[in-house]
């Protein structure tokens, strides 16, 4: 580990730079800057990702999730570094001669260094202030390195879509949860309108009086939507379980590009939803419906995430079922 990347370094570093950007906010006519943060935001992304995208996604969240962000990119293998740089990212309110501004730090770690991480960042967190995980590296997360760098967290968020093994990365996450560790899935976060679509099917008494009639649910899939496919049966085979409903459940594979579809079916009763493009398709006995349904991006699914930061029991035991139901299926 350098000597520039000593974590006493940084934080003289990031001191100095509030001092400078107070200094520089007063001399344009303004009045200073607002230092907001409540939270520590670790990303760990690897170098050759989308240098301009991630930051932009970075600076889109700070105004509701105000966070000192530590950005780590994977540099891969090679001899043992790490680098660093601290900066700001600063924005105005409407209406306001204020800016506020958040640190952001970024490190560059050979995957030699990865052992050195942890030393590293535990010093650079906010005190008292939680430490949100955010690992966009499919390839770091199933590194032995990467279980070190969870248990430092509050919360670690994934995506298993990203995952080359996504049956596997859910076993792992699985793992995780098992020993304590908080998680969030960028895959479940994704499901989240088509659960309230689903749940808003049966807000109907009549469709609701159907439930007990339903025989099977089958989830389509296609291109890189395995894991939101198995968590969207493992939560719809669990939530009719609960009401003593016990249906067949199929989750099979189609050729038709990035696809999901979802189909419930009883003696009278046949419900469908499926995405077709910005819009969600639901189709109740043979009358279809349209609303919108923006595709997900990593923002809107980050904001969504870092907005929850206790444990949320739903998405615990649907991951519990969708690793299990992962492991006889082919990804």
Sequence with gaps: MGASVAPEQILKELA??????????????????????????????????????????????MPEHPARTILVRLSGAGDRSLA????????????????????QVEITASDAALA????????????DLPLIVWCRSARLAQMPEFRQIAEMARKVVVDSVAATDPAAMLRRAQDMAEHGVMLGDLAWTSLTRWREMLAQVFENQGNASQLPHIQ???????????????YLGAWIRDSLAAVDVHASLNISRTPDGDFLRVRLTGDEFAAELVREDDRMVVTLN???QCTNLPQPTDYLLMREELGIVRHDPVFERTLASAARLAHPIEP
Excluded at 34 to 54: G, H, I, K, N, Y
Excluded at 116 to 121: A, F, G, I, R, T
Excluded at 216 to 230: C, L, N, T
């Design 16 to 61: 100095a730079l509030w001092v400078d950007s107070g200094k520089q906010g007063q001399a344009e006519g303004g009045t200073g800057v607002l230092r907001a943060c409540s939270m520590t935001l670790l990303v760990l992304a690897e170098a050759r990702e989308d240098t301009q995208s991630l930051g932009e996604t970075i600076a889109g969240l």
């Design 84 to 103: 660093e740089r601290v900066y700001s990212q600063c924005w105005m309110p409407f209406g306001q001669r204020r800016q506020i501004c958040c640190e």
């Design 116 to 127: 050195d991480l942890q030393s590293v960042v535990l010093p650079l967190t906010v005190p």
């Design 216 to 230: 099977s649910a089958a989830v389509e899939w296609g291109g890189s939507r395995f894991a939101p496919a198995v």
């Design 286 to 288: 043979g009358a279809s």
